[in-house]
């Protein structure tokens, strides 16, 4: 099986930063595209950012200069780094990748971490 685990959510200030990180590990074979979603009460989960295995990225028109996507391929590792939060925000953040795993590298499947809390105080 392949575990997504996130870290470094929190609360903070508006105008204040946060790095958020997801570890990917298990099963893995290559990793391809990976990203963030959030989604905040009463809202569907939206998309934040993604990135490709070779570093290409895509960002919502909300976040655009304000977040920067990242990876580390030989950690599996994605990050989200977020400069001047504002209160909307807050959400749950969720990592996702696309992975083939070594028992069956002919096929990519989407998974996703257990989320992670950010909240912008005003």
């Known amino acids: 099986q392949v575990q997504l685990v996130e870290s470094g959510g929190g609360l903070v200030q508006a105008g204040g930063s946060l790095r958020l990180s997801c570890a990917a590990s298990?099963?893995?074979?290559?990793?391809?595209?990976m990203g963030w979603h959030r989604q905040a009460p009463g809202n569907q989960r939206e998309l934040v950012a993604t990135?490709?295995?070779?570093?290409?990225?895509n960002y919502a028109d909300s976040v655009k200069g304000r977040f920067t996507i990242s990876r580390d391929n030989a950690k599996n590792t994605v990050y989200l780094q977020m400069n001047s939060l504002k209160p909307e925000d807050t959400a749950v953040y969720y990592c996702?990748?696309?992975?083939?795993?070594?028992?069956?590298?002919?096929?990519?499947?989407?998974?996703w971490g257990q989320g992670t809390q950010v909240t912008v105080s005003s």
């Open positions: 996702n990748a696309n992975v083939q795993r070594r028992a069956a590298p002919w096929i990519s499947a989407d998974y």
């Open positions: 298990g099963n893995i074979f290559r990793i391809n595209d």
């Open positions: 990135i490709t295995s070779g570093g290409s990225t």
